[in-house]
Nanobody, 122 residues
Framework: QVQLEESGGGLVQAGDSLRLSCVVSGRTFSSYAMGWFRQAPGKEREFVAAISWLGGSTYVQDSLLGRFTISRDRSKNTLYLQMNSLKFEDTAAYYC???????????????WGHGTQVTVSS
């Protein structure tokens, strides 16, 4: 069984940067894409970014372009999310996901990590 484990969350100030990591472990990973969702208190889960695992094609939510970058290191089975110029509204639990779509709804991704909390103080 494939497992996803996030790390790198924490408490930062507005304007700071943070890099999240997600390590893939278990049996051979065969999903087409990996990505990140986030969920703020009282809000629905929101798509952040995704990347095709083999080809490296990326898709980032329009409102986050220029601040968030997704990447992966296949040799380390690790997915990354670089977040720059963080804002208070970026505060959320961030979840690593895997599935067959580069962009989709939460229910279209069948593998989820447990999440890592990012808190941005204003």
């Amino acid at each position: 069984q494939v497992q996803l484990e996030e790390s790198g969350g924490g408490l930062v100030q507005a304007g700071d940067s943070l890099r999240l990591s997600c390590v893939v472990s278990g049996r051979t990973f065969s999903s087409y894409a990996m990505g990140w969702f986030r969920q703020a208190p009282g809000k629905e889960r929101e798509f952040v970014a995704a990347i095709s695992w083999l080809g490296g094609s990326t898709y980032v939510q329009d409102s986050l372009l220029g601040r968030f970058t997704i990447s992966r290191d296949r040799s380390k089975n690790t997915l990354y999310l670089q977040m720059n110029s963080l804002k208070f509204e970026d505060t959320a639990a961030y979840y690593c996901v895997a599935g067959e779509l580069l962009y989709g709804r939460p229910d279209e991704y069948d593998l989820w990590g447990h999440g890592t909390q990012v808190t941005v103080s204003s």
